[in-house]
């Protein structure tokens, strides 16, 4: 996959679907489920899948909500393999047992995401070490896929060593693991008080198991500061909703708000070449991965300002309305 984005700018590296908004939990911190949702067809998540495809998007990763409430979702992995992509999965773990994971095996999903919150549920999150514990042992043996545990610091949680524990027992199973940094509700920097820096620096200081982590992308965020990097939203990355809209982000849609199907190689190339002011405060770990493939090349030359209300004619900053559930 990296191969052939360093060969190549001109398809996406990796998009993610949404063909479940609705969620079996409710975490406090998240922006992105509801409970009222039906699952997205799928011949229209077939049709979005195909037409990445001819794209020649590298990776398809299932999001949500919560895709394992999805009734077709085997088949969406399937169709997703179909096209020749890497299929991968975002999920809370709560519906996984043996026969779903030998499922998830033979769909051909190549990788699966599980981030926990804490080790005891609260009022923040129910996505608890003490809850998925059972799952994850379930995973180790069984799945022939690749597992990331993904903790977390920054969102309020009682105890931020949390993390810690559920990292090691991440290592402890073969799991990769990966710590993120909340961020506030438009994407944008949300400093890590002391302890929760503190924590985040001992996950980074032990074995590296995500070439994500050699760069200084949340090393700046946790020290509060911004990041000079080159956005290739809408390129390199796209976000697709439950709606069939392409957008840069989770957190900014509306822009360009274009449905899947009609979009073409020139809105590809197109948003190579555009910035995102919104990108030095960003914590959007995903898109900064991908871009960072590209961060060495084609200087961005348009700008955009997600979110924000148009600029006055000869404006030379050209600002676009946002839609943020």
Known sequence: MVGRALVSTGHPVLVQIVPMRRCNLSCDYCNEYDK???????????????????????????????????????EIIRRIRKTGAIAGMITNGYLLNEERIERLNRAGLDHMQIS??????DDVSKKSLKVLDKKLEMLAQFAEFHVNINSVVGGG????????????????????????IIHDGSGQL????????????????????????????????????????????????????????VHYCSQQRGWPGVPVEQYTS???????LTGKDCAPNCTIGCVHRISHID????????????????????????QIDGRRD
Request: glycine share 8%.
């Open 190 to 245: 949300k400093p890590l008080a002391p302890a929760d820096a503190a924590i985040y620096h001992k996950m980074t200081n032990r074995k590296k198991t995500n070439y994500a982590q050699f760069d200084q992308f949340q090393k700046a965020i946790v020290e509060g500061q911004p990041n000079k990097w080159r956005c290739r939203a809408g390129s390199r990355y796209l976000y697709v909703s439950e709606d069939g809209l």
């Open 36 to 74: 009222t949702s039906p699952p997205v067809p799928l011949e229209d998540l077939t049709r979005w899948i195909d037409h990445l495809g001819k794209l020649g998007t590298a990776m398809i990763g299932i999001s949500g909500g919560e895709p394992l409430m999805h009734p077709d979702l085997d």
């Open 116 to 121: 926990i919150d804490n080790i005891e549920p």
């Open 266 to 272: 020139a809105d590809v190339k197109r948003e190579f």
């Open 157 to 180: 949680f009682k105890d931020p060593n949390d993390a810690l524990v559920i990292g090691n027992r991440a290592l402890s199973l073969g799991f990769e693991s990966t710590i993120g």
């Open 295 to 318: 961060y060495w090349r084609a200087p961005q030359t348009k700008m955009v300002s997600p979110g924000k209300r148009p600029e006055p004619a000869g404006a030379t900053l050209v």
